[in-house]
């Protein structure tokens, strides 16, 4: 394998007197700051020769390099090699029986690949491997570094700011965007599974809350149609503290990126109703009044999601919020579906249950390819495995078994995967090789 140093990054406690040392003592020069809102990290980089020194600085004290520098104190964080084939040079290290933080590479900053080795096989240090996305490149694309590792030793996935991401599938062309990041207990997220076995897979924070993003998706094709909507704005402040908001970016600024406009969306289909799919179908405009955010869209929601939504019980309550919903109905928005259907040419509904009754997919077809948005079926890249089940399914035996023929389904079509709440991949494939399963980043 050949790597060459793309960086070294260093956990400054005091940025200050870093630069004091770092820019006037040693005479360097610092590019500006580039923050990485999710993880509370302002990352500076000085450019030496061909790689860089990274200071990275907390922004807040629940920032895991906050944490990492109260118990280690300001000091060498990782390096970053970087490699032509990612892929191939974690298959090496596994061969070699080198322990890895990260099997499989997710998604960096400007379309890089990383992942993080364990620092027990680095003698030590935590080393960051990295490809960039166009293998040529001489040097590292500008923008944030997206994988500040968080605690001691393990790397976190990180949400930063989501770029729009565009696929394209026969002819329709699919939009990642980003309602921004939120945050939910970690034991809840993986239901029976051990913290030892999640937290390196998705760190904690001091609350024992992980990071998750809220990435709606649009299908361009016969319409425009966006699928779940992220959160929206109508929450207070102790809805935001609750849950650890972070909508730096948020679905304004990334349909306005994929240069939609509200009025653009025909559609809005619910893979269910939870606040942190729906939140967004509504807004509440300066009268004060709730109503529809796209003005020109048929929402379209599933009969029995609606019924749930709309007569909750103690376990679903805090999921369900009327505004979010009910305002569609008054304004005649609302479309019921009964069944498994096509939605528009290439865009199907499948109910999965599990997390919800009613809770379900999407199946994008179009020139003989396929894509699932999955929602809150698998919605996360470590939900893959199939006990990784979250605490909040109302039927986690449902879900077992959606997944189970689900992700057989997706394997043997190679199909594509979007993570609606992924904090770092929006969208993957799930290969298996010798009853071993491998996600691989889109
Ligand atoms: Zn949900
Ligand atoms: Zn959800």
Redesign the pocket.
Known sequence: MKAVLDHVGIAVKDLSAALAFYRDALGLEIEAPEDVASQRVRAHFIPVGESSLELLEATAPDSPIAAFVGKRGPRLHHITLRVDDIIAALAQLKSRGARLIDEQPRAGAAGSLVAFIHPSAAHGVLVELKQHAVPSAKHRAPGIEPSAPSTEHSAVAIGQPAPVRRYSLGDLELISLCDGFFHLDGGAMFGVVPKPLWAPKAPPDDRNRITLAMRPLIVRGARTMIIDAGVGDKENAKFAEIYGLDRGRHLDHTLADAGIAPEDIEIVLAS?L?F??AGGFTMRGADGKVRPRFPRAQYVVRRGEWDDATHPNERNRA?YFADNYVPLADAGVLQLVDEDQTIMPGVRVRRTGG??MHHQMVIIESGGKAAAFVA?LIPTAAHVPDPWIMG?DLYPLDTLAAKKTFVGEAIAREMLIFFEHDPAIAAGYISQEDGKRRLIPA
């Open positions: 269910h939870h942190d799919h999921s997390h919800t809150d909040y």
